[in-house]
């Protein structure tokens, strides 16, 4: 009897430990001021997955663009600056001011929307 309230009550206490738990990335919002939930709305608006695969966002299979896997693991924006959130923001603003010549254009983002998409891209870890 006591080998049971002893597996019960170590059963009850994984069990309170596990609902803490929340998995994948659809929780993890960065400390960046932006809302990745938004971002992932307005990577759809603006068509981002024409040139790029993305996860997460379904209609996201271009291939012009490198594909954003595991984006928040990434040490370097655009092959020339560190990953920074500050940088990333910068690049999403305006990509042809950082890499003169690039593909990728300017889509008249304001800071708010490149914050809001940079954390979603950063919740690709």
Not at 46 to 63: D, K, Q, V
Request: proline fraction near 7%; glycine fraction near 14%; charged fraction near 10%.
């Amino acid at each position: 009897m006591k080998a049971r309230w002893i597996l019960s009550l170590g059963l009850m206490a994984g069990s309170l430990m596990l609902a803490g738990c929340t998995g994948g990335t659809s929780s993890y919002t960065p400390n960046m001021g932006g809302d990745a939930h938004n971002g992932r709305t307005l990577i759809v608006h603006y068509g981002c997955g024409a040139c790029h695969i993305i996860p997460g966002i379904y209609t996201a299979r271009g291939l012009v663009g490198p594909p954003l896997y595991f984006y928040g693991r990434r040490t370097i924006i655009a092959g020339e600056l560190p990953n920074s959130t500050e940088n990333l923001i910068r690049w999403l603003r305006n990509p042809p001011a950082v890499e003169p010549g690039t593909a990728m254009p300017n889509l008249g983002l304001n800071q708010q929307q490149a914050r809001d998409i940079a954390a979603y891209l950063d919740s690709l870890q």
